[in-house]
C-alpha cells in the first residue's frame, strides 16, 4: 500500500475548499443516520452517496481509493462472513447456486454496510482535510490546543507508519519470496513487521516528543496559529443538505412519505 492513501489531497475540490469542521460533523452525522437505518436498501443508498462524494464532490484520485479499498471493505467483509455462519436462520436464500440463511445474510450485510459506510466516511474526511485546519477549528470551539495537537500528531503520524510498513515489507521481500510463501510463515512475517513498526514508531514519539519540548510547547495557556480558522458557506450548506436527504431516506424507508 502506497503512502499517500491516507494523506490529505489537495485537489481543488468542492470538498477540499469546505472548513474542517463542517466535515467532522457530517461524518458523525453520516455514523449516527447509519445507526437508525433499519433496512439494507437505505443502507445501500447511504453507501452509495458516499461514493459519489468520493468521486465526484471530493474528487478522490481512483489510485488513493484503491490502495485504500482493503482497508475500507476488510472489517465489513469480516463480520459479513462471521454472521454469515453464526446467525440462526428459519429460512433460506440461493445465490450463485449456494444456499444461505436468510436472516443471517441480511445480518451480515448489515454489518458490512454499516462499518463500511463509517470507514469511508472517515476517509473522505482524511483524503480532503487538512489536519492543521482541523486543530484550529478545534481550538476555535474550545478544545484545549495541547488535546487538538495530539488528534493532530495522530493524524500526521497515520501515513508515516503505513511508510514504515510498506518499507519493512520490501525489506523483507528482497530476502525472499514473501508472497509466495505458506500461510504459518506469512503469519510470522507479520508479526515481524508489527514489531518493526511499533518499535519505529515508538522512536518517531519519542524524537517528536523531545523536539516538542525543546520548542517550548504548552509553556502558554493559548498560541497564535499562522491561518486562523473560519467557518465556510459551503460547509454549511454540506450539514444541511445532508440533514434533509439523512430525513427523506428515513422517512422513505420507513414508508412514511404520501409518494
Known amino acids: 500500500m502506497s503512502e499517500h492513501s491516507l494523506r490529505y489531497v489537495d485537489n ?6 469546505i472548513d474542517a469542521l463542517s466535515k ?9 443516520v447509519t445507526f437508525q437505518l433499519q433496512t439494507n436498501l437505505a443502507r445501500g443508498i447511504m453507501l452509495g452517496l458516499l461514493v459519489i462524494v468520493t468521486v465526484i464532490f471530493a474528487r478522490v484520485p481512483f489510485k488513493s481509493v484503491w490502495q485504500a479499498g482493503p482497508i475500507i471493505l476488510i472489517m465489513g467483509l469480516l463480520l459479513f462472513v462471521v454472521n454469515l455462519f453464526t446467525t440462526p436462520s428459519t429460512s433460506t436464500i440461493v445465490i450463485a447456486g449456494i444456499s444461505f440463511g436468510e436472516q443471517a445474510f441480511d445480518r451480515g450485510l448489515e454489518f458490512f454496510l ?6 469511508l466516511a472517515s476517509f473522505i474526511f482524511i483524503w480532503t482535510t487538512d489536519i492543521r485546519d482541523l486543530m484550529t477549528g478545534l481550538v476555535r470551539i474550545g478544545m484545549p490546543y495541547r ?3 495530539a488528534i493532530f500528531l495522530a493524524l500526521r503520524f497515520l501515513p508515516i507508519v503505513q511508510q514504515e510498513v510498506d518499507a519493512v515489507k520490501a525489506a523483507h521481500a528482497i530476502r525472499g519470496r514473501a508472497s ?5 510463515h506469512r503469519i510470522r512475517l507479520w508479526q515481524r513487521y508489527m514489531f518493526t513498526v511499533i518499535v519505529n514508531s515508538l522512536r518517531k514519539a519519542e524524537s517528536t516528543a523531545l523536539a ?3 520548542r517550548g510547547f504548552g509553556a502558554y495557556p493559548t498560541r497564535t496559529y499562522i491561518k486562523n480558522f ?5 460547509g454549511i450548506i454540506l450539514i444541511l443538505a445532508f440533514v434533509a436527504f439523512a430525513t427523506w431516506l428515513m422517512l422513505w424507508e420507513r414508508n412514511l412519505l404520501p409518494f
Not at 454499516?114 to 470507514?119: D, E, F, L, S
Not at 473560519?230 to 459551503?234: A, E, G, L, N, P
Open 12 to 17: 481543488g475540490s468542492i470538498f477540499t475548499r
Open 114 to 119: 454499516r462499518i463500511t459506510i463509517m470507514v
Open 180 to 184: 509466495n510463501s505458506p500461510i504459518r
Open 24 to 32: 467532522l460533523i457530517w461524518v458523525v452525522f453520516v455514523i449516527i
Open 230 to 234: 473560519r467557518w465556510t458557506m459551503t
Open 147 to 149: 488535546y487538538a495537537f
Open 212 to 214: 516538542i519540548d525543546s
